[in-house]
T-cell receptor, first 112, second 116 residues
Framework: QKEVEQNSGPLSVPEGAIASLNCTYS??????FFWYRQYSGKSPELIMF????GDKEDGRFTAQLNKASQYVSLLIRDSQPSDSATYLC????????????FGTGTRLTIIP | EAGVTQFPSHSVIEKGQTVTLRCDPI?????LYWYRRVMGKEIKFLLH????????ESGMPNNRFLAERTGGTYSTLKVQPAELEDSGVYFC??????????????FGPGTRLTVL
């Protein structure tokens, strides 16, 4: 079993719809959870982080964390073609200043 | 403010040669990390510096890899001798403050290494 699992996709979503990206992790001691967006050939760009159970909203993005189920998700509302990218879920044992464990990423395509 | 920079962006070498990758973190960031992504796999941690000290090098694959961060500023990652399986994209990341609740890692553009 991989430490961080994501559906590799591709996930296709119509423009304006909600894109839902999911991630599960195996280490119950994990404390911090990050979503990075990576355009092809570019660096991973942090878009959301979450530490506490529940929802965290930032603009069109909402991160959801359920530690009991070891599950973290990212919702993108009003999807735009510019949201087309690979989304990487990353998990840390502490609060961000140590190694991150990544999933393989989900490739998201927004269809105009 | 400049982001994390890496040099070179691409490197093509032959098996058995030596390659040195460089990373310049965001100014003022004490934490510096090296990660690697081989084709089709996830990004994997290699090591973590706090200033010039190696905090965690548990991800270094073998002794052909040597990382340094003299003076606690930029870092180099040397692969000597390079093998075919070393091919991949090497990312560097930095973060600001050990122990801070809001530490996040900012990634550089990566160095794509191809070993022939």
């Amino acid at each position: 079993q991989k430490e961080v699992e994501q559906n590799s996709g591709p996930l296709s979503v119509p423009e304006g719809a909600i894109a839902s990206l999911n991630c599960t992790y195996s280490d119950r001691g994990s404390q911090s959870f990050f979503w990075y967006r990576q355009y092809s050939g570019k660096s991973p760009e942090l878009i959301m982080f979450i530490y506490s159970n529940g929802d965290k909203e930032d603009g069109r993005f909402t991160a959801q964390l359920n530690k009991a189920s070891q599950y973290v998700s990212l919702l993108i509302r009003d999807s735009q073609p510019s949201d087309s990218a690979t989304y990487l879920c990353a998990v840390g044992i502490g609060f961000g200043n140590e190694k991150l464990t990544f999933g393989t990423g989900t490739r998201l395509t927004i269809i105009p | 403010e400049a982001g994390v920079t890496q040099f070179p962006s691409h490197s093509v070498i032959e098996k058995g040669q030596t390659v040195t990758l460089r990373c310049d973190p965001i100014s003022g960031h004490d934490n510096l990390y090296w990660y690697r992504r081989v084709m089709g796999k996830e990004i994997k941690f290699l090591l973590h510096f706090v200033k010039e000290s190696k905090q965690d090098e548990s991800g270094m694959p073998n002794n052909r890899f040597l990382a340094e961060r003299t003076g606690g500023t930029y870092s180099t990652l040397k692969v000597q001798p390079a093998e075919l399986e070393d091919s991949g994209v090497y990312f560097c990341a930095s973060s600001q403050d050990p122990g801070g609740m809001l530490d996040t890692q900012y990634f550089g553009p990566g160095t794509r290494l191809t070993v022939l």
